[in-house]
């Protein structure tokens, strides 16, 4: 298998960055737990995801991720 790959499954070969994506939301959804924001079960709805994956791209760290996420509107 090429080294730009990764598999999480046998069956679900999937690029670095989604991998890299994954473990983000995965650290994001424990901190998230961790500091009461939510508690499982917990379902991640698709314009969530988005919004996760925007902030995972523009380089915020989990934490930082789940404060934007769930920060007050000023």
Known sequence: MSESFTTLSKHEPVSK?????????SAWFDYAVAVGFIQPPWVLKDEA??????????????????????????
């Open 49 to 74: 995801a988005q919004k996760l994956e925007g902030y995972f791209s523009v380089g915020l760290t989990p934490s930082e991720g789940a404060a934007a996420f769930f920060g007050t509107l000023h």
């Open 17 to 25: 960055q989604e991998a890299d994506l994954r473990n983000w939301m």
